[in-house]
């Protein structure tokens, strides 16, 4: 070990620029502003239950791709993410390249909603949702961005309906759902899902978001809040910081029937490698997504490990398919600088290709 050599009026230099940035950052706290939740206007262009379609607000001079997109987000977290901050906006950065971005809101599920299934969900409201934005702009097909689980909702969908997807891209989504490096997996083998839903009904997005934040704890949970102290001097860091904490700790609550069949079709059974996933009556066959499929996954993704995406590659029957890297995690693909600057714009071009 290296000797501690902090001389005394270094030590109590430290000190007192800690004490300086703690004092500037209390006074910043107190004139923070509410902080709002997605930067980008948009309006809504339906409504069903809970569930909101928006339609995002292109730049004027941008020349858009006549088939639109939609974005499917998981139903764990509030969607903005894709859409955190003006300087760091996925959705932003996929209007720039040229795309026409829808994005389904899931909503807030309460007791009425614990027995909606994943039928409900895919065959329900996301099959409507995809035939909002079809009428609208009179195509037969569309395409679709899945996020993490809304990927998994994405393959699923356009297993049963190819008939209305024209591109695919998948983001962070789970395919292979035990892989070896996956912790969040290995803790969910042996929950007995039907005696938790059976017992409280929905599923409490607190408990929910305390698991993911125990996956890595120490810089989760302590860490960064020892770190804050270096942005709490600059308002417009701050800002982003406390955007950040707010999406974190915003986790809706899980429909129950939905909750119990993704854990043990996904998570327990494997169901897209080992099959037997039923939704609506119908086997989910990744066979049967014959379109272009785009699969981005994060090489360092704690949640869905780089794996567990790549596993997609043999699994569709797609002649199209590409995958895309980005060397950062599972919230930094949405949020970095690097990110924006490299995936919007790869999924832009590549659906141009391709429209």
């Not at 939609?70 to 209007?95: C, F, G, H, K, W």
């Not at 994405?154 to 912790?183: A, G, I, Q, R, W």
């Not at 929905?202 to 408990?207: A, C, R, T």
């Not at 079709?265 to 379109?291: A, P």
Request: glycine share 6%.
């Amino acid at each position: 070990m290296q000797p501690f050599n902090l001389r005394p009026d270094q030590l109590a230099e430290e000190m007192l620029d800690y004490s300086r940035k703690l004092g500037k950052g209390c006074q910043n706290l107190m004139n923070a502003e509410k902080i709002d939740t997605g930067v980008t206007p948009k309006v809504e262009v339906y409504a069903e239950d809970k569930l909101r379609l928006y339609r995002y607000e292109a730049p004027a001079e941008v020349v858009q791709n006549k088939v639109p997109t939609l974005i499917v987000y998981a139903l764990v977290n509030r969607p903005y993410m894709t859409d955190l901050q003006e300087n760091r906006s996925t959705v932003a950065n996929l209007l720039a390249a040229g795309q026409d971005v829808y994005l389904i809101d899931w909503g807030y599920p309460d007791e009425a909603d614990r027995s909606l299934t994943m039928d409900d969900y895919i065959n329900g409201y996301m099959d409507r949702c995809v035939d909002v934005v079809r009428k609208r702009h009179k195509l037969d097909k569309i395409n679709i961005l899945g996020i993490c689980q809304g990927g998994s909702f994405s393959l699923c969908y356009t297993s049963l309906h190819p008939d209305k997807v024209e591109n695919l891209v998948t983001m962070v989504t789970p395919v292979d759902f035990k892989t070896p490096d996956n912790m969040l997996s290995a803790w969910a083998q042996d929950i007995d899902v039907d005696m938790m839903i059976d017992t409280i009904g929905n599923v409490p997005g607190e408990l929910l978001n305390w698991t993911f934040l125990s996956l890595k704890p120490f810089s989760l949970t302590g860490q960064k809040y020892l770190s804050m102290v270096d942005v709490l001097e600059d308002e417009e860091k701050l800002k982003n910081f406390l955007r950040m904490e707010k999406w974190i700790f915003d986790s809706p609550d899980q429909a129950g029937e939905t909750f119990r069949q993704f854990i043990k079709d996904f998570y327990q059974n494997n169901g897209f490698l080992n099959g037997g996933v039923q939704i609506g009556g119908r086997t989910i066959d990744l066979k049967n997504i014959t379109c272009p499929v785009l699969n981005i996954y994060a090489e360092q993704d704690h949640l869905v490990p780089p794996d567990a995406s790549r596993a997609l590659r043999d699994l569709t029957g797609s002649r199209d398919y590409t995958e895309l890297s980005f060397p950062g995690g599972h919230i930094g693909i949405y949020v970095s600088g690097k990110a924006q600057k490299q995936v919007p714009p790869a999924i832009g071009k590549w659906l141009d290709e391709r429209s």
